[in-house]
């Protein structure tokens, strides 16, 4: 017998619904989810005879037992052309038990059952499309489950119901409640993350749901490995035992997602599917936070009669109910950002390589593809980086394609995210949990948080955006250090791989000062590898060679590695070093180096190279003998948003100390060439939402301490930049003459910006544009 439920769940239905609503806002706030996905029905044979099923059907219905491989991948690359993330395969269960044609085709395949099979597809569909495969291939055994982890970041299995004198499972062997809990179990011993649920209306009571949730609890709180569950409302189908059943009342429906959402533990997801539903909306009222599996390509092949909402309406009825809509990946981020735990080695970089920074889908829209580097060719003092193979149709950095359209956008925030803009318009200054919360912003929370950075710029600059007119000097591309993020840098076995190695003599860095000068540039960029020849004299060197060839040229050179590493091979303290620097011409420091300010990141990316407090150590030394400095971060590789949130934080707090920096200068990460993304370890670089919320929360935590922000239009281009302008940016940088870094990474932007090219950018938003020097004063005009 089922147990009674006890008394905490003896109370109405509004009242059970508002709690569950305040648990799941307590939880995911103002997110819902969804898994834009396509649907491969890889058999619909079965042995069970479930009464409910119009998915199962006989062989004489069937062109053929399975589909074809062939098959499988038309399904897949027409999911991966429409965007989706999701390949989720459905299948009867064990069906070469019962028909021999089952049985007699695979054997001709070479498989040894139709679990096998599924191993393969799913493996071939994550090779050759990037899609991640979900496998739903019902009550399995832990040696098949363990098969399917290998190519399958997540598995799933419907409990349904535990009673098992339901008429509906009369002749289903696997439908046997000790055969489903079995599989529950063995996904959590091995760390599977899965989705399970229960179907409510079509035989069993209120005390077998209760029972149902409860045994699903009890198994999450061994293991920690059911991600989400599914409650899914009964309906009748034509051509099916239970075709005269009534359909599950609407009330009994919200109640079971509502005592779903408080029986479970608040960290697992609840789904209830769209589709199944006239006024899907009303989902939402009873506690879940997350729509499951919505196709543009294919159909519900388990409700065919049912079709999915299109993704437009989807996001409209989540809008309207006051949240916003978030797509994800097969596996939710909890599982995706601890991949060492939760996902099998041979799929890291395929889930990671779908993943924006919190562990979500990449949210841009269009496609993405593989893509690998075919060619390297040399461009000056860098390298030029040739794709080839399928091309991304989603934006990403580098690309010379207009990016999302996001900024100017309907703004709208509630929740948590409207908490922290408002107590900003108070006066207060975030800390890192509040702009922890500002990073997560999506849909119109975006816009919201873009308006007030755009309020703050009008309120601490106006209407001008500046510009500098300078030129990069890269002396040298050969280093010793091993950033694992760097395609410019070159090593002694690099000959072959991105471009040649080079180092300028100090004659070839004082005629480029020169060509400066006469190209109008008021200020030179000194950056490049740390060569193992170099002792700390040569930054010296170099410097006076500059100012020796145009005496009144601003020297922005040399990044706090390179001062550190100067100072070290010199013996000498970083402050003596500095002076010394200073007293020969160089005028301020460049924030690069600083990559992420976390050093469980910088373990990962740059390993060799100075650590968190070194950096900033270097840039307070800077500040106490007069040189001025800016701060920077990278990020779209590793990170997530909490290191960008210590990176703000950090900096903030120097400043607040020293008041040395002048700007701040987000340097999305590009990926095609980084030899980290090709040794497929990182993500491919930041989507549009994150890009445009790094320069907009970056002029809301500083402000009051930091009052430009820049904008890089050799990584973001022109109408990148043109959006930012509006997201809280009043300076567009430098002219970057022969800027070579972000091509060697793989960006596709030209070298070289001139005044007309600033203007057009500033015009047409009706702002002024106006030529800055180094430290932020008006540029001299030429005689």
């Known amino acids: 017998?089922?147990?009674?439920?006890?008394?905490?769940?003896?109370q109405t239905l509004p009242e059970l619904m508002e709690q569950a609503r305040a648990k799941r806002n307590a939880t995911t706030g103002t997110r819902i989810t969804y898994s834009p996905k396509v649907f491969i029905p890889l058999t619909m044979l079965c042995r069970d005879k479930c009464g409910y099923c119009t998915f199962a059907q006989p062989p004489a219905r069937l062109d053929a037992p399975y589909l074809t491989p062939e098959q499988v991948l038309k399904i897949a690359r027409q999911g991966a052309a429409a965007g989706c993330h999701e390949a989720l395969f459905t299948l009867g269960e064990r069906p070469e038990e019962r028909y021999p044609v089952a049985a007699e085709w695979l054997a001709e395949h070479g498989y040894a059952s139709t679990v096998d099979y599924l191993v393969a597809m799913a493996q071939l569909v994550v090779t050759e499309t990037g899609l991640l495969p979900h496998a739903n291939a019902g009550a399995l055994y832990a040696p098949e489950l363990d098969a399917l982890r290998a190519v399958s970041p997540s598995q799933g299995m419907m409990l349904e119901s535990l009673r098992a004198d339901l008429d509906a499972h009369r002749g289903s062997p696997d439908k046997e409640p000790e055969r489903r809990l079995a599989t529950l179990e063995a996904a959590g011993e091995l760390h599977i993350p899965f989705t399970t649920g229960i179907l409510v209306g079509f035989g069993e009571d209120r005390a077998d749901r209760i029972e149902a949730l409860e045994a699903i609890a009890a198994s999450h709180a061994r293991w920690g490995h059911v991600q989400e569950v599914i409650v899914q409302n009964f309906l009748p189908k034509a051509g099916t035992g239970m075709h005269q059943a009534p359909p599950c009342p609407p009330d009994t429906y919200l109640e079971a997602i509502a005592l779903a959402r408080l029986i479970l533990p608040a960290e697992i997801h609840l789904q209830a599917p769209p589709n199944l539903s006239d006024d899907f909306g009303v989902l939402l009222d009873a506690g879940i936070d997350d729509w499951g599996g919505v196709s543009p390509v294919t159909a519900d092949h388990v409700n065919p009669e049912r079709p999915w909402p299109d993704r437009d309406r989807l996001r409209s009825v989540t809008e309207e109910a006051g949240f916003e809509l978030a797509p994800r990946l097969t596996i939710y981020p909890e599982y995706a950002t601890a991949p060492q735990t939760w996902v099998h080695p041979d799929l890291h970089f395929a889930v990671m390589d779908r993943s924006d920074a919190e562990g979500l889908g990449r949210d841009d829209p269009g496609a993405v593809h593989p893509q690998t580097v075919g060619e390297v060719r040399n461009v000056g003092d860098g390298a030029e980086v040739i794709l080839v193979g399928r091309r991304s149709t989603q934006w990403y950095v580098g690309l010379d394609a207009d990016p999302p359209h996001l900024i100017p956008g309907p703004a709208r925030a509630t929740g948590r995210v409207a908490e922290v803009l408002d107590a900003v318009r108070r006066g207060d200054v975030p800390d890192e949990d509040q702009i922890t919360t500002l990073f997560s912003a999506r849909g119109r929370e975006v816009a919201a948080v873009a308006q007030l950075a755009d309020e703050l710029r009008q309120e601490v600059i106006g209407d001008t955006v500046t510009w500098v007119s300078n030129r990069n000097i890269n002396y040298t591309n050969v280093c010793t250090f091993k950033c694992q993020f760097c395609g410019f840098s070159k090593g002694p076995k690099s000959l072959n791989l991105r471009g040649t190695p080079y180092l300028l003599t100090l004659d070839d860095i004082a005629q480029r000062a020169v060509e400066a000068r006469e190209m109008g540039a008021t200020e030179v960029c000194l950056q490049g590898g740390i060569h193992p020849d170099f002792?700390?004299?040569?930054?010296?060197?170099?410097?006076?060679?500059?100012?020796?060839?145009?005496?009144?040229?601003?020297?922005?050179?040399?990044?706090?590695?390179?001062?550190?590493?100067?100072?070290?091979?010199?013996?000498?303290?970083?402050?003596?070093?500095?002076?010394?620097?200073?007293?020969v011409g160089l005028a301020t420091l460049p924030g690069t180096a600083a990559e992420i300010l976390d050093d469980e990141v910088r373990a990962i990316l740059c390993s060799d190279k100075v650590n968190t407090q070194e950096w900033l150590d270097a840039h307070r030394t800077a500040h106490s003998v007069g040189l001025h400095s800016n701060v920077t971060i990278m990020f779209g590789s590793i990170e997530h948003p909490r290191s960008w949130a210590k990176h703000l934080v950090r900096t903030r707090d120097l400043q607040a100390e020293t008041g040395g920096f002048t700007e701040f200068v987000p340097l999305p990460f590009v990926h095609m060439a980084?030899?980290?993304?090709?040794?497929?370890?990182?993500?491919?670089?930041?989507?549009?939402?994150?890009?445009?919320?790094?320069?907009?929360?970056?002029?809301?935590?500083?402000?009051?301490?930091?009052?430009?922000?820049?904008?890089?239009?050799?990584?973001?281009?022109?109408?990148?930049?043109?959006?930012?302008?509006?997201?809280?940016?009043?300076?567009?940088?430098?002219?970057?003459?022969?800027?070579?870094?972000?091509?060697?990474?793989?960006?596709?932007?030209?070298?070289?910006?001139?005044?007309?090219?600033?203007?057009?950018?500033?015009?047409?938003?009706?702002?002024?544009?106006?030529?800055?020097?180094?430290?932020?004063?008006?540029?001299?005009?030429?005689?």
């Open 1 to 10: 017998m089922s147990p009674h439920p006890g008394p905490a769940w003896d």
């Open 674 to 783: 980084s030899p980290i993304y090709l040794r497929k370890r990182a993500r491919r670089g930041p989507t549009w939402r994150e890009v445009v919320l790094m320069h907009a929360v970056g002029r809301i935590a500083y402000h009051g301490f930091i009052p430009n922000i820049q904008a890089s239009w050799v990584k973001l281009g022109v109408p990148g930049v043109r959006q930012l302008l509006q997201a809280g940016v009043n300076d567009l940088g430098g002219t970057l003459i022969d800027e070579n870094i972000s091509r060697a990474a793989g960006a596709s932007h030209g070298q070289g910006m001139d005044e007309a090219g600033f203007r057009a950018v500033v015009e047409p938003l009706g702002r002024r544009l106006e030529q800055r020097t180094t430290l932020y004063g008006t540029a001299p005009q030429p005689a």
């Open 535 to 583: 002792d700390g004299d040569y930054y010296i060197d170099v410097a006076r060679a500059v100012k020796d060839a145009v005496p009144d040229m601003h020297v922005h050179g040399f990044t706090a590695l390179e001062v550190t590493e100067g100072a070290k091979r010199l013996d000498e303290p970083l402050a003596t070093y500095l002076q010394r620097l200073v007293d």
